[in-house]
């Protein structure tokens, strides 16, 4: 069973930032693209930035140019650097591989205005 452990969700003002972390086993975190995903309530999950084995990143429209993914391939772990917040980012956040094979608890992030 896949293991996934995301922190670092919270309540945060719009304009703030907040920084996401995820544990991956290394054995899945070695040989697949990561990626971060949301779902608020009511709405799909959806892919919100994504990383390549090789350290190639991409994102959602509508978080392009705020959200910031990296990855530490010592500590098998993956980041979500979230800056200038919006309300509409409120949701549970998850990681996965990409695409996904399994779930964790996921973290919430809930923005005010």
């Known amino acids: 069973q896949v293991q996934l452990v995301e922190s670092g969700g919270g309540l945060v003002q719009a304009g703030g930032s907040l920084r996401l972390s995820c544990a991956a086993p290394?054995?899945?975190?070695?040989?697949?693209?990561m990626g971060w995903y949301r779902q608020a309530p009511g709405k799909r999950r959806e892919l919100v930035a994504g990383?390549?084995?090789?350290?190639?990143?991409n994102y959602a429209d509508s978080v392009k140019g705020r959200f910031f993914i990296s990855k530490d391939n010592a500590a098998n772990t993956v980041y979500l650097q979230m800056n200038t917040l919006k309300p509409e980012d409120t949701a549970v956040y998850y990681c996965?591989?990409?695409?996904?094979?399994?779930w964790g608890q996921g973290t919430q992030v809930t923005v005010s205005s």
């Open positions: 996965s591989t990409v695409p996904p094979i399994a």
């Open positions: 290394e054995s899945i975190f070695r040989i697949n693209g």
């Open positions: 990383i390549t084995r090789g350290g190639g990143t």
